[in-house]
């Protein structure tokens, strides 16, 4: 029986031109580029320059994407935005990135699950195409996290990095079998029991600032390999799909340890997963869009792969894609 499939026909990303070192960091917090590199595996990050807001990262990895699918902003409507670090309060980042874009038609909004944001726009967008109530959609990851971190708190201002990541889905007709291309499986998870474990301690709401971000890293790294897992066996159990039969692991790119952990639990090969951690840092909603171009423009990921996707950010919020190229 035939479906729509959301197909990716396009991948995009775009990285500030500031690179901070772990030897940069010595600089203004008690802490070594051995000590960053033994526990998380980050080498650098990129961080945006006082003029650069998250819907300029958001529209220049949008570009970057619609000119991969050789298409146009017109050719787009829907735009859904992952992002905790929005450029303001309101409006959305997603109707900038729009208006910069020239679009004025269709829908454009932001999408918050924190480093599982992508992972959450790309099951909304997915909805939305299978639905009928969208055609193509930018489905964009884009942070600035630099803006939210306390560089007194050297357990976590190493961790993360600013940067942008996007994909165009196009809805495309397949024969609901999982040789489809497109997203085959989507599974999403949250439990607010944990929002003390990773979270940011202000807001317009509450403390009226944007605050800063507070996390629990040894518990955050106990519960991330259970969630990861449990949703990709989903994925699994709902396909028929195995691990073994990926051709392409990405996961979020917070820390390589929970990386490594979460492949060998699931019995994925190492030389499936696409790991950037090292060279981006934690990018949050950004990371899995920004590891998945890198994967996509160095000739790894070719068309017809199967590739699995997962995340988990605060909340605690968790997920998975699993889609075929």
Request: proline share 2%; glycine share 10%.
């Amino acid at each position: 029986m035939s479906t729509i499939r959301s197909v990716v026909v396009g991948c995009g990303s775009y990285l500030p031109e500031n690179v901070v070192t772990n030897e940069d960091l010595t600089k203004i917090v008690d802490t070594s580029d051995e000590w960053i590199r033994q526990r998380t595996g980050i080498e650098q990050r990129h961080v945006a320059a006082n003029e650069e807001y998250t819907s300029d990262l958001g529209y220049k990895a949008a570009l970057d994407a619609l000119d991969h699918a050789g298409l146009e902003a017109k050719d787009v409507d829907l735009i859904i935005c992952a992002t905790a670090t929005p450029d303001n309060t309101f409006p959305a980042t997603a109707v900038s990135i729009q208006n910069k874009l020239g679009i004025t038609h269709g829908a454009a909004f932001d999408l918050q699950a924190v480093c599982s944001g992508f992972v959450f726009a790309m099951s909304t967008a997915d909805l939305y195409l299978q639905g009928g109530k969208a055609k193509r959609a930018l489905v964009i990851g884009a942070e600035t996290f630099s803006r939210i971190l306390d560089f007194n708190d050297r357990t976590t201002c190493v961790l993360f990095g600013d940067g942008a990541g996007a994909v165009v889905l196009e809805a495309q007709e397949g024969s609901g079998e999982v040789s489809d291309r497109g997203i085959l499986t989507s599974h999403l998870r949250s439990d607010g029991r944990h929002k003390d474990k990773l979270y940011v301690d202000g807001g317009p709401s509450t403390t009226q600032t944007a605050g800063y971000l507070r996390m629990q890293g040894k518990e955050v790294f106990k519960h991330a390999v259970g969630m990861i897992t449990d949703v990709i066996t989903d994925a699994f159990e709902a396909t028929g799909i195995a691990a073994e039969d990926l051709d392409w692991f990405v996961p979020h790119q917070a820390n390589k340890r929970i990386i490594d952990s979460s492949a060998k639990k699931l019995g994925i090969a190492a030389d499936k997963v696409v790991t950037t951690v090292n060279l981006h840092g934690n990018t949050s909603a950004a990371s899995i869009p920004l590891a998945l171009n890198v994967a996509v423009k160095d000739g790894r990921i070719q068309k017809g792969d199967t590739v699995m996707l997962e995340a988990m950010g605060g909340g605690f919020t968790w997920g998975s894609v699993l889609l075929r190229m």
